[in-house]
């Protein structure tokens, strides 16, 4: 069964640091791998998403992941926090498991900046 | 103005009432998918559905059913609220298989079960 798994709960960064949120997955196949993000009392935002080619993707809001296969990871990254980042991250793949295209979210990491 | 709307965004019912939570999208996405969102357990599946008449459960589907009529509605039902059905529930849809399967989501609807 495809899964992913956020290992941490919580991480905190200095505003103007370098963020990392971490994601490892396990599928059968070839990996589709999704970010989003969710902001107090709102719906989830999709970031950004891997389906193939190049290991670096780049997303909404500066964000990028990076893919890594023999890690089995895809993490997500930002060169500088803002304090506008912090919010509820979740990582996702897909899921074709009977036929029909599904999500398989994370447990969701919640990311604090601190000015 | 066109997206993914859910009503009501709050409501508050006592257990064995039968709760109705609306989902409604613009874009004529083929797919539609009903989530919960508990402390802890992220987000799981309840029902989806890949297109009008077509539904199939999801990972915790006791407890709700779904219908799908017309391609832009995908209301779910609660047929006798628990305590345990107090939660957030999203809405989302995508267009389908392949390099359109991002998903796009509902702002949520609050549900309180007395």
């Known amino acids: 069964a495809q899964s992913v798994a956020q290992p941490e709960d919580q991480v905190n960064v200095a505003e103007g640091n370098p963020l990392t949120v971490k994601c490892t997955y396990s599928v059968s196949g070839n990996p589709y791998l999704f970010w989003y993000v969710q902001y107090p009392n709102r719906g989830l935002q999709f970031l950004l998403k891997y389906i193939t080619g190049d290991n670096l993707v780049k997303g909404s809001y500066g964000f990028e992941a990076e893919f890594n296969k023999s890690q089995t990871s895809f993490h997500l990254k930002k060169p500088s926090a803002l304090v506008s980042d912090s919010a509820l991250y979740f990582c996702a793949v897909r899921d074709l498991s009977g036929g029909y295209n599904k999500l398989i979210f994370g447990a969701g990491t919640r990311l604090a900046v601190h000015p | 103005d066109a997206g993914i709307t859910q009503s009501p965004r709050y409501k508050i019912t006592e257990t064995g009432r039968q709760v109705t939570l609306m989902c409604h999208q613009t874009?004529?996405?083929?797919?539609m998918f009903w989530y919960r969102q508990d402390l802890g357990h992220g987000l799981r599946l309840i029902y989806y559905s890949a297109a009008a008449d077509i539904t199939d459960k999801g990972e915790v589907p006791d407890g709700y059913v779904v219908s799908r009529s017309k391609t832009e509605n995908f209301p779910l039902t609660l047929e006798s609220a628990t305590r345990s059905q107090t939660s957030v529930y999203f809405c989302?849809?995508?267009?389908?298989?392949?390099?359109?399967?991002?998903?796009?989501f509902g702002p949520g609807t609050r549900l309180t079960v007395l």
């Open positions: 874009w004529s996405h083929s797919y």
């Open positions: 989302a849809s995508s267009e389908g298989l392949g390099n359109t399967d991002t998903q796009y």
